[in-house]
């Protein structure tokens, strides 16, 4: 095993990581936590039924604050459904119900309003945008999405996205032979073989990951790069067996391979051909890759 091979699994293994496994990621995850991880919400009486259900579900917080708990819970509650497209949020009733200042509140508001979900207007207040007004790219939104009401449909919208995405970096970094990123390809792919052989899920994730990524940045398409986030997001919260990398297996390790030779090789027809397979690893996939028209 290489060094990087072994710093990266030691490393996975000691982190403490808000990924799951595949079979977990299936599961609606709003179940209880402690309470201090939580933001404090006390037990309201007579009060809106709807703001009030946040209460009783985790806020995913992974180690955020105050401000980045209350983002979370309000963003899943939005993207949930449990707070409709033109209701008002009152500020005031925001930071009673949580138990957290104006500041938090506010702040926390802000970055809805950046990620399309919520609007500001003087004399209207805030209000819940439609999902039409949504920046549905933005990986907050693909996780909450993700484990909500409407997961399935952000996984197969996520592998369409994929199919259309990736084959073409794939050709694109075939064109751009450099030998430290070509190497770091290979580490990776080294890193996921023993990870799969150890049953190390966690750290064969997060190889796959950083392949997809660098695969993506050295195609060398600057607007190809900066969805390299979204396949990252894609990769943690697909949790089915929807493309190739999400559960280790031989087949898809071999298609990683087999990437790697056909970059090294020069042959962005052949890299372009291993990833469409690596995509469809799955029989699954099917029903998300698009069908050939019929004339």
């Given at each position: 095993?290489?060094?990087?091979?072994?710093?990266?699994?030691?490393?996975?293994?000691?982190?403490?990581?808000?990924?799951?496994?595949?079979?977990?990621?299936?599961?609606?995850?709003?179940?209880?936590?402690?309470?201090?991880?939580?933001?404090?919400?006390?037990?309201?009486?007579?009060?809106?039924?709807?703001?009030?259900?946040?209460?009783?579900?985790?806020?995913?917080?992974?180690?955020?604050?105050?401000?980045?708990?209350?983002?979370?819970?309000?963003?899943?509650?939005?993207?949930?459904?449990?707070?409709?497209?033109?209701?008002?949020?009152?500020?005031?009733?925001?930071?009673?119900?949580?138990?957290?200042?104006?500041?938090?509140?506010?702040?926390?508001?802000?970055?809805?309003?950046?990620?399309?979900?919520?609007?500001?207007?003087?004399?209207?207040?805030?209000?819940?945008?439609?999902?039409?007004?949504?920046?549905?790219?933005?990986?907050?939104?693909?996780?909450?999405?993700?484990?909500g009401p409407q997961r399935d449909d952000q996984r197969r919208e996520l592998s369409e996205l994929r199919w259309t995405i990736e084959p073409l970096a794939a050709r694109l970094a075939a064109?751009?032979?450099?030998?430290?990123?070509?190497?770091?390809?290979?580490?990776?792919?080294?890193?996921?073989?023993?990870?799969?052989?150890?049953?190390?899920?966690?750290?064969?994730?997060?190889?796959?990951?950083?392949?997809?990524?660098?695969?993506?940045?050295?195609?060398?398409?600057?607007?190809?790069?900066?969805?390299?986030?979204?396949?990252?997001?894609?990769?943690?919260?697909?949790?089915?067996?929807?493309?190739?990398?999400?559960?280790?297996?031989?087949?898809?390790?071999?298609?990683?391979?087999?990437?790697?030779?056909?970059?090294?090789?020069?042959?962005?027809?052949?890299?372009?051909?291993?990833?469409?397979?690596?995509?469809?690893?799955?029989?699954?996939?099917?029903?998300?890759?698009?069908?050939?028209?019929?004339?």
């Amino acid at each position: 095993m290489s060094t990087l091979a072994h710093t990266m699994m030691t490393a996975a293994r000691s982190a403490d990581s808000g990924l799951a496994s595949p079979g977990e990621l299936d599961r609606y995850p709003y179940a209880e936590a402690p309470a201090v991880d939580r933001v404090g919400v006390p037990v309201w009486d007579g009060g809106d039924p709807e703001l009030g259900r946040v209460g009783r579900r985790a806020a995913g917080s992974r180690g955020r604050g105050l401000h980045g708990q209350l983002v979370q819970q309000l963003g899943q509650m939005i993207v949930s459904g449990d707070l409709g497209a033109d209701r008002p949020l009152v500020p005031e009733e925001i930071g009673q119900r949580f138990e957290v200042s104006r500041t938090v509140v506010r702040e926390s508001l802000r970055v809805l309003e950046a990620k399309g979900l919520v609007s500001a207007r003087p004399n209207v207040g805030t209000r819940v945008r439609p999902v039409s007004d949504w920046n549905l790219l933005d990986p907050d939104i693909i996780e909450w999405r993700a484990f909500g009401p409407q997961r399935d449909d952000q996984r197969r919208e996520l592998s369409e996205l994929r199919w259309t995405i990736e084959p073409l970096a794939a050709r694109l970094a075939a064109g751009h032979g450099r030998e430290d990123v070509q190497q770091r390809l290979a580490d990776m792919v080294e890193i996921m073989g023993h990870a799969m052989a150890q049953g190390d899920a966690l750290t064969f994730s997060r190889a796959d990951s950083e392949f997809h990524s660098l695969l993506i940045q050295v195609a060398s398409n600057r607007m190809l790069e900066h969805l390299s986030g979204i396949v990252s997001a894609a990769l943690q919260v697909s949790g089915g067996p929807v493309t190739g990398c999400d559960r280790p297996n031989e087949a898809s390790l071999g298609h990683h391979g087999r990437i790697c030779d056909a970059l090294a090789a020069g042959d962005g027809a052949a890299a372009e051909a291993a990833m469409r397979q690596l995509l469809m690893v799955h029989p699954e996939v099917e029903r998300v890759v698009p069908a050939p028209r019929e004339h």
